[in-house]
């Protein structure tokens, strides 16, 4: 007698996924009341400002080149939302639609904020050579005497926009079962590219190391949010 085919595992529970985003909020308000983001750009920077800034590898190939990258990828998944697909498993059209939407949804909210934002990045601090102050970024309102918009980080936004290729397997829609594997793997390649490119801001002297972790948890927000009104909907008889 054949052995029985395993099934696939069981969706990500809405409460764990839930809980897993509050620990990172936790994490950050911890964090933010440390002064763990001034000390960071202390040991990378000086009263002259940041070496990283004008390095080519950071600011030609890792920030303008990567940021090139992922436009074109961008542009793959819509290729790839709008292309028929036929082959076994592959997932219908109006999840290959949505998850470009989401994508673009996640960039709309970071730059929105950014634009609301008074905090300057920490180039712009005085000491670093700039004429700002250094205030936290939850001051909504109140000046530090530099330019601002600097929070949360766009170009960490670019790659955690991504985080909605993970929800078609870890939250699948009701009645399809699919493996789980694949959505990590979405997770473990969107989280090392928003890790790198953070990074590459923070040596810059451009972007706290904060500030790529709150754009994390915006950008997961939203998917998931906007993930389980669609999975909602396509649920409706």
């Known amino acids: 007698m054949p052995a029985p085919i395993p099934s696939s595992p069981p969706a990500l529970s809405l409460r764990h996924l839930g809980a897993g985003w509050l620990l990172v909020v936790l994490a950050g308000l911890a964090w933010d009341a440390s002064p763990g983001d001034l000390w960071v750009m202390q040991h990378i920077g000086d009263p002259q400002g940041f070496a990283g800034r004008a390095d080519w590898w950071l600011s030609a190939v890792l920030h303008d080149g990567l940021r090139q990258v992922l436009l074109i990828a961008y542009a793959g998944l819509w290729l790839w939302a709008l292309w028929p697909q036929r082959r076994p498993g592959a997932l219908p059209r109006r999840e290959r639609l949505a998850l470009p939407l989401?994508?673009?949804?996640?960039?709309i909210a970071v730059n929105l904020v950014k634009a609301g934002s008074r905090t300057s990045c920490p180039w712009d601090l005085q000491v670093f050579g700039g004429t700002a102050a250094h205030l936290s970024h939850w001051r909504w309102g109140l000046s530090d005497g530099g330019p601002g918009r600097c929070f949360p980080s766009g170009h960490?936004?670019?790659?955690?926009?991504?985080?909605p290729l993970v929800l078609?397997?870890?939250?699948?829609?009701?009645?399809?079962?699919?493996?789980?594997?694949?959505?990590?793997?979405?997770?473990v390649a969107v989280i090392a590219l928003g890790l790198l490119t953070g990074a590459v801001q923070t040596l810059r002297g451009a972007h706290y190391p904060s500030h790529t972790l709150w754009t994390f948890v915006l950008c997961a927000a939203l998917s998931l949010l906007l993930w389980e009104g669609l999975r909602r909907w396509w649920a409706r008889p």
């Open 102 to 107: 989401l994508v673009l949804a996640s960039l």
């Open 156 to 163: 960490a936004a670019s790659a955690f926009a991504f985080l």
């Open 168 to 187: 078609p397997w870890w939250r699948p829609p009701a009645g399809a079962e699919r493996a789980r594997g694949t959505g990590t793997r979405w997770f």
